[in-house]
């Protein structure tokens, strides 16, 4: 794998992003950040060209369009030569550089305690990329932690305290683990698979895994095998029995088993659904220190502009996230 180390040095703080392929790191944290105007309404809409760091927006319910009020279009972006002058904007107080380019595919990034990086790139092999730097962020070394010829991957240490003793790597069907101490900059031993049942098939086909700060809990977001699930059976005949082993709000036929969080015990055992109606919770993690679990949702398609916005959200232990169904029933 080729990399393109940079030669500028940084000063790293505590947060990274993945940009266009482009692993970045964010810089020198200000504690002032400028007070910024909140759009609301109409104005809390728009697209790339009125889009800027800083630019906050309030949207609620009243400013929800009605479905169908513009034509569902697929505007894909694509990439282009960096024009000349260009350069990565941010936050005021913040500067933002590239730490390693050419990481096709780059999804995930996480952080080792020792500051290590570790980037799951999904396409087109499928890996999970160590970067080590040094203590100035300078001179990034990129290293094959682990490596698939097929399949697509992503990557949560169990960081359980200062010593973690597993890697644990979501992947298409499954969730395995391998022995890894602080510091490994390759796999040392052989994956173990320790859920074998995850659903396969249609859309979403990432699965995202994070920890409870305890390390006791292991998460598993799984996205929906469909956009709305349109093409899902006849529910159950013994609707009551089947919500008991599964949660009020999770689908079944097609669908059973998906657009839910999940958890598991480290080992992978004793199965339960956390959060039931989430579309695709393709950003999965959980708040340091609190234990809150949060999702980036990917919102149903094909209700026109601007109809549902994506979300963030920290669904709670049995909850049910019903934006998606209200909104198919209006459409």
């Known amino acids: 794998m080729e990399t393109q180390p940079t030669t500028r040095k940084a000063r790293m703080t505590k947060y990274l992003a993945v940009e266009a392929c482009i692993a970045l790191v964010l810089l020198a944290i200000c504690p002032r950040v ?9 104005d809390a809409y728009g697209d790339w060209r009125t889009d800027a760091p800083g630019v906050m927006r309030r949207i609620t319910p009243a400013d929800l369009p009605a479905p169908g009020e513009t034509p569902s279009t697929a505007n894909r972006s694509k990439v282009v030569p960096k024009p000349a002058n260009a350069t990565l904007k941010t936050m005021p107080g913040f500067s933002v550089d590239a730490l390693v380019t050419g990481m096709q595919g780059a999804r995930v990034l996480r952080v080792a305690p020792n500051g290590d990086i570790f980037l799951a790139l999904s396409r087109p092999e499928g890996k999970i990329v160590t970067i080590r730097t040094g203590t100035d962020m300078s001179n990034p070394k990129c290293r094959n932690l682990r490596h698939r010829a097929t399949g ?19 992947e298409l069907g499954k969730v395995v683990r391998f022995p890894y101490r602080n510091g490994d900059l390759t796999a040392s031993g052989v994956p173990e698979t320790i859920v074998s049942d995850l659903a396969t098939g249609g859309n979403h086909w990432t699965r995202d895994v994070a920890f409870s700060p305890d390390g006791k809990t292991m998460y598993v977001a799984v996205g929906s095998a469909s956009n709305v699930a349109e093409q899902m059976g006849p529910r159950p005949a013994d609707f009551a029995a089947f919500e008991k082993t599964h949660s009020p709000g999770s689908a079944w036929d097609r669908e059973e088993w998906r657009a839910n969080v999940l958890t598991y015990d ?12 989430v579309r695709n919770c393709s950003g999965l993690t959980v708040q340091p220190g609190t234990g809150v679990v949060y999702c980036a949702t990917n919102e149903r398609d094909l209700l026109g502009d601007n109809l549902p916005p994506d979300y963030v959200a920290g669904p709670q232990a049995g909850g049910v996230l019903r934006l998606a169904l209200v909104l198919y029933r209006q459409s």
């Open 34 to 42: 400028s007070a910024q105007s909140v759009r609301t309404g109409s």
């Open 152 to 170: 697509r991957v992503w990557d949560r240490l169990l960081s359980a305290g200062p010593r973690p003793e597993m890697g644990y790597v979501g």
């Open 266 to 277: 480290p080992d992978g055992k004793n199965k339960q659904v956390f959060a039931s109606s």
